[in-house]
């Protein structure tokens, strides 16, 4: 199968031109699973919860669900994407696989950041996994990848690609924490990060580009530039991620010593 990444700059508050911009950027490349930002349709920087309120929708039911479905079936590919979920009166920062028949997965990010806490509800789903066929599929957003736990729970429950919108802001962490959680979990991951600046509350955020997929034995199968757009796709074997052996007598899930783990952890 092939997976990719799109990774561009969203405009504030711009819906409209963000989802153009993607159908556009996804013309010029094939793959079964996209992966796109983490709210890749509004932008990230809300300067207020009236600003979150207002671009906030139902997933399905908002538009931003809607053209993500027309252009799943149009390149005939599932896409994860990251967008700010309004479901009553709660907001989270959710993701949503889609397929050409729909809505296939949603996820509520668990792990909230920095000003994100003072905007979006908690996540309050389990982390999802879904089978599109070629493989079956994890979601995770963005700072979730600092907590081995997240990763971890996806493979458990048989994930062989961990999808992970993303706008990153601290340099060089996820790519390599991503290569970590591809290493310990035997599977593949593929990163969707954002470029730009948003400035619009006295603090400047810089994305950090560097998009990456990573195969279940750390090697970077594809990178993005720090600073530039780039839509990419690799041929991946999800049978890979099936097998968790590392050596002979070493399989990596079977190796586990949860019993010992429950004493330290929660
Ligand atoms: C992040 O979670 N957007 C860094």
């Not at 809300?46 to 079936?73: C, H, V, W």
């Amino acid at each position: 199968m092939r997976v990719g990444y799109v990774q561009f700059a969203p405009e504030f508050g711009e819906v409209e031109r963000n989802l153009d911009r993607v159908a556009e950027l996804l013309t010029g490349g094939q793959a079964d699973l996209w992966v796109l930002p983490e709210l890749f349709a509004t932008g990230y920087q809300f300067a207020s919860a009236r600003e979150l309120e207002f671009l906030a929708e139902p997933a399905p039911g908002g538009r931003t669900t809607a053209r993500l479905i027309a252009l799943a079936r149009e390149s005939n590919s599932h896409i994860v994407a990251g967008l700010a979920e309004q479901a009553g009166k709660r907001i989270y920062n959710a993701a949503v696989l889609v397929g050409p028949s729909g809505l296939v997965a949603r996820y509520r990010k668990v792990h909230l950041f920095y000003e994100e806490k003072h905007l979006f509800a908690p996540g309050d789903l389990p982390f999802p996994v879904a089978d599109i066929g070629p493989a079956k599929v994890g979601l995770l957003v963005c700072y979730d990848h600092f907590f081995p736990e997240a990763a971890r729970s996806l493979a458990l429950q048989g994930a062989e690609v961990i999808a992970h919108p993303a706008n990153l802001v601290m340099p060089g962490l996820a790519q390599l924490t991503m290569r970590v959680r591809a290493i310990e979990n035997r599977a593949f991951t593929v990163t969707a990060n954002r470029i730009g600046v948003e400035a619009r509350t006295g603090e400047t955020l810089r994305f950090t580009g560097l998009s990456q997929i990573v195969a279940p034995n750390g090697d970077v199968l594809a990178q993005a530039p720090q600073d530039a757009e780039e839509v990419r796709a690799v041929e991946i074997d999800p049978a890979q991620a099936r097998d968790k052996h590392l050596t002979r007598l070493n399989d990596v899930f079977a190796d586990r010593r949860p019993e010992f783990y429950r004493r330290l952890v929660g």
